[in-house]
T-cell receptor, first 115, second 111 residues
């Protein structure tokens, strides 16, 4: 299957700092990338959908100025959590889908802990 | 009503048991359907797609009933390694090509 990588795999930061997470599709061109958040023992929650070269579409309740998404190329999307706070601590997972694909391929996730 | 609804679980079964997971979706225009597996503290991984004709992959059988808007996953001869959360995923639910994940059903297979 297709491979998606995420970096970093985990990060600990101080409250108020910004954290950037990268998501890369390694062996296919990802026209669409998705960003999810998962709190312990809860289901995946879609945060936003991004298409290469255009602005991301955010789900209701997700602050676009706080969670900046850039999808500048067909193999890379980034999520920046700006001015992170302890309540932003979570497991952030990206997924990618190519043209004419229905399946999403997930990255390994990034664990964020904000102190 | 949730767009994609799964059995709440958890399911606790002995090794060798057969276990069935159910999932219903609300949008009749939904286009494609999948089962994913998620291990603790890991990302979801695609288990199998689901087709109206039903499909089987080893011990796993998936079925789709479009009329009832119902999806199932059957695991035969459960192994300890099958312990995970199983996520029902529907594309096209909620309009457009949106992907909706069910909340997942946790499976524990015991020796």
């Amino acid at each position: 299957g297709a491979v998606v990588s995420q970096h970093p795999s985990w990060v600990i930061c101080k409250s108020g700092t910004s954290v950037k997470i990268e998501c890369r599709s390694l062996d296919f061109q990802a026209t669409t990338m998705f960003w999810y958040r998962q709190f312990p023992k809860q289901s995946l929650m879609l945060m936003a959908t991004s298409n290469e070269g255009s602005k991301a579409t955010y789900e209701q309740g997700v602050e676009k100025d706080k969670f900046l998404i850039n999808h500048a190329s067909l193999t890379l999307s980034t999520l920046t959590v700006t001015s992170a706070h302890p309540e932003d601590s979570s497991f952030y997972i990206c997924s990618a889908r190519g043209d004419f694909q229905e399946t999403q391929y997930f990255g390994p996730g990034t664990r964020l802990l904000v102190l | 009503r949730k767009e994609v609804e799964q059995d709440p679980g958890p399911f606790n079964v002995p090794e060798g048991a057969t276990v069935a997971f159910n999932c219903t979706y609300s949008n009749s225009a939904s286009q494609s359907f999948f089962w994913y597996r998620q291990d603790c503290r890991k990302e979801p991984k695609l288990l199998m797609s689901v087709y109206s004709s039903g499909n089987e992959d080893g011990r796993f059988t998936a079925q789709l009933n479009r009329a009832s808007q119902y999806i199932s996953l059957l695991i035969r001869d459960s192994k300890l390694s099958d312990s995970a959360t199983y996520l029902c995923v529907v594309n096209g639910a909620g309009g457009g090509f949106k992907t909706i994940f069910g909340a997942g059903t946790r499976l524990f297979v015991k020796a």
